[in-house]
């Protein structure tokens, strides 16, 4: 299966360590995944892949608020609608499961069906993830 990794950090900082864990998870159970920054990228690819994974972080400790990136590059990607999907919420805040709820939210509004949502604790924990989510 083909898996789109979507990295959304906080700011333009490259892409954090927890995605690259994540790839190293699906690829270890037989998917080819590719990690696409927000930043960087653009979302015109995403129609390509079955599984969409996106691994998002919020704008402060105290914010529940989403970076603009995320709304951006989701709606570029057409043909996303049908298509299974996970969310993930990389940095701690105050209001995980509220954040969670956003990230949900946006990737619903955009046609993905959400079947998968957790919270990063570490990079050992996002490999293992992705090992269960591609069990």
């Known amino acids: 299966m083909r898996i789109a990794i979507v990295s959304v950090?906080?700011?333009?900082?490259g892409v954090p360590q927890y995605c690259v864990r994540l790839q190293k998870g699906f690829e270890a159970m037989g998917h080819r995944a590719d990690i696409?920054?927000?930043w960087t990228?653009?979302?015109?690819?995403?129609?390509a892949y079955e599984y969409i994974?996106?691994?998002v972080e919020t704008l402060s400790f105290f914010s529940v608020k989403l970076p603009d990136k995320l709304h951006k590059i989701l709606s570029e990607g057409s043909g996303l609608g049908g298509k299974k999907g996970a969310a993930?919420?990389?940095?701690?805040?105050?209001?995980?499961?509220?954040?969670l709820l956003n990230i949900m939210s946006v990737?619903?509004?955009?046609?993905?069906f959400v079947n998968r949502s957790e919270i990063i604790l570490g990079n050992d924990h996002a490999e293992a993830m992705a090992k269960r989510i591609g069990a």
Request: aromatic share 6%; with cysteine.
């Open 88 to 99: 993930f919420l990389g940095k701690k805040c105050m209001r995980t499961n509220r954040a």
């Open 9 to 13: 950090p906080a700011q333009k900082r």
């Open 36 to 38: 696409i920054d927000a």
């Open 53 to 55: 994974a996106v691994a």
């Open 41 to 47: 990228e653009d979302g015109f690819k995403l129609a």
């Open 107 to 112: 990737m619903e509004k955009e046609g993905l």
